[in-house]
């Protein structure tokens, strides 16, 4: 089978790796790709959104599967375009069309979804310019900490989260008035503040089954101790510690069925990954945010412990018959540590030379900003490569990311040295 993966991060690297390993791949491509899917599979310098181009790439290599990494596609409506094209209608992809998108495309959305559903999560109100006064008088309704959200999709830096009730109406005005995330905070949704610690919780369906994923928790603070500005995430670890079984059963009796069986009941066709943003208050999951494709980094230590043929897992998506797969989990830990340009989620530099890379023996190398240029691989992002490794428990398998990590080398390159410090 000829498949496409569209994207061109570390997750997009992790879903070509795993795909590259079944024997019924015919031939792998990856739009734009990386310096890293290079070297498993045919890059196509398109763009993920442009999707006149996709169609002419995906006729040319005779492509029969198209699976979405990033969400912007996704709620561009790429698998509508895909829908509603003759030539184009019988080739599956995996990811939600256009309306299921919203999901993560819209948090008022999404928290009009929970709430109809039953499904925990804060207490929220959402506002626009039109009545920016009655959003100033909530907030004061409210205990600190603050947490304002753009609406829209603001490349994961859309949530502030403020202990002073001054700066907090500052904020809100900076986002409806003057755009601050643009369009994305045309409406700002206001959620009281949960105290618990995060993780993260993955979900695949075919729009009627479904298969829990192994749970994972990222770093998304750029600072040691979670401080700092939020980045895409500073690394991860798979499983968490704390999500035991009977947490686990109330995270699929209270928030998986409800969502899947909530999405049927409301006619939204979905197909693809569903990311559950989960929150543990005391010993119970509230729910954060929806994301309608695998979190990165979480998927690069996610899939590398489910040992499926990957083909035959997003084929029996695509046939509607996942409830045929039985899932196998590597029992072992795996734990991600992200290098990043330095500045990075600030202003960074790009194309410094990456050495060491042939270095590295005992993780597994996954390219997130990285580009070839005349055989040498040159960093192209904020986050630049991740190294995933497996141990008996995270440390184990940490202290294994880190010693790749000290064999690695750029200009300025920087990474957190306590992930998993809090567990």
């Known amino acids: ?21 079944s024997p019924k791949l015919s031939e792998l491509f990856v739009a734009p790709g990386n310096a890293g899917t290079a070297s498993i599979a045919t890059n196509l310098p398109l763009a993920v959104n442009d999707f006149q181009a996709i169609k002419t790439a995906v006729l040319n290599h005779r492509i029969e599967m198209v699976i979405v990494g990033p ?44 709430s109809r559903h039953n499904i925990p999560t804060a207490a929220y109100q959402s ?18 900490p603050y947490v304002l959200k753009a609406d829209g999709l603001a490349a994961g830096k859309g949530v502030l989260i403020l202990e002073d009730l001054d700066e907090a109406k500052k904020e809100l005005r900076n986002m409806l008035l003057d ?16 105290s618990g610690i995060e993780l993260s919780c993955f979900v695949l369906t075919d729009g009627q089954n479904y298969k829990v994923l192994p749970t994972a928790k990222d770093y998304k603070r750029i600072g040691e101790g979670d401080t700092g500005l939020n980045t895409g995430g500073m690394g991860a670890i798979s499983p968490v510690p704390f999500a035991d079984e009977s947490f686990m059963s109330k995270v699929l009796d209270r928030v998986v069925v409800p969502t899947v069986e909530g999405l049927q009941q409301d006619k939204i066709p979905y197909v693809g990954f569903i990311f559950i943003g989960l ?24 899939l590398p412990r489910i040992k499926n043929d990957f083909v035959s897992l ?11 797969v039985a899932l196998e989990i590597d029992s072992r830990a795996a734990t991600t540590v992200m290098t990043v340009s330095g500045g990075y989620p600030e202003t960074y530099e790009k194309s410094k030379k990456i050495s060491g890379l042939e270095k590295i023996e005992d ?6 900003g990285t ?15 991740a190294l995933t490794s497996f141990g008996a428990n995270f440390r184990e398998a940490l202290a294994i990311s880190y010693q790749s990590a000290e064999k690695l080398e750029f200009e300025k390159m920087y990474y957190r040295k306590d992930i998993g410090f809090d567990l």
Do not use: C
């Open 179 to 194: 755009a601050k995330f643009g369009n994305a905070s045309a409406t700002v949704v206001i959620e009281e503040f949960l």
């Open 371 to 385: 580009k070839l240029e005349n055989g040498q691989v040159l960093t192209n992002g904020g986050r630049v490569i």
């Open 279 to 302: 929150i543990k208050v005391g010993e119970d999951p509230y729910v954060i945010e929806y994301n309608v494709r695998m979190g990165d980094p979480e998927t690069e230590v996610v």
């Open 127 to 144: 506002f626009t310019s039109e009545n920016l006064e009655e959003g100033l008088r909530f907030l004061e309704t409210l205990e600190p």
């Open 71 to 114: 969400e912007d596609p996704l709620v561009n409506g790429i698998h509508d375009f895909f829908l509603e094209d003759a030539e184009l209608s019988q080739i599956p992809v995996i990811g939600p069309q256009k309306h299921a998108a919203t999901l993560e495309g819209s948090k008022e959305f999404a928290k009009e979804f929970m």
């Open 1 to 21: 089978m000829n498949i496409l993966v569209l994207g061109s991060g570390g997750r997009e690297h992790t879903l070509a790796w795993k795909l590259k390993q």
């Open 363 to 368: 993780s597994i190398v996954f390219h997130a």
């Open 314 to 324: 997003f084929q029996a998506v695509a046939d509607g018959k996942l409830n045929e």
